[in-house]
């Protein structure tokens, strides 16, 4: 798995700008830089769920590592990012989750893999 998420100009132009403009660039960078939950929607997918309260709303980025294109091989990438509406907010995120900031050691995990924070979010407008 690489430390970088990748974003392509097709999927923010033309998905996530028309149909989530809640979300900016910036807050998906936040979203992902300083998350407060990732979490799976099962044990098996290949999907996380990006999740983060900005300014008393909460975000989700969900990015993937599945292979669907050549272009994205062994590449982990942006599916979609939007606002949670208050009554999507579900306890999923405790069944499957990987990351939650308020548990010590999960955080002390994230912490030591912070450090190239900017290398972490690059977006590739090759498509």
């Known amino acids: 798995m690489t430390n970088k998420i990748f974003l392509s100009k097709k999927s923010y132009f033309t998905h996530i700008i028309p149909k989530h403009n809640e979300i900016s660039l910036e807050i998906i960078e936040k979203v992902l830089i300083s998350p407060t939950y990732i979490f799976k929607p099962s044990k098996s997918?290949?999907?996380?769920?990006?999740?983060?309260?900005?300014?008393?709303?909460?975000?989700?980025?969900?990015?993937?590592?599945?292979?669907?294109d050549k272009r994205y091989f062994n590449r982990v990438r942006i599916i979609t990012a939007y606002k949670i509406a208050t009554q999507y907010i579900t306890d999923?995120?405790?069944?499957?989750?990987?990351?939650?900031?308020?548990?010590?050691?999960?955080?002390?995990?994230?912490?030591?893999?912070?450090?190239?924070?900017?290398?972490?979010f690059e977006i590739i407008f090759s498509d």
């Open 45 to 68: 997918s290949k999907d996380f769920y990006y999740e983060k309260n900005i300014d008393g709303k909460e975000y989700r980025v969900v990015v993937t590592s599945k292979k669907r």
């Open 92 to 120: 999923l995120r405790r069944v499957y989750c990987i990351y939650n900031e308020n548990e010590p050691y999960i955080s002390k995990q994230k912490q030591l893999q912070s450090e190239s924070e900017k290398e972490y």
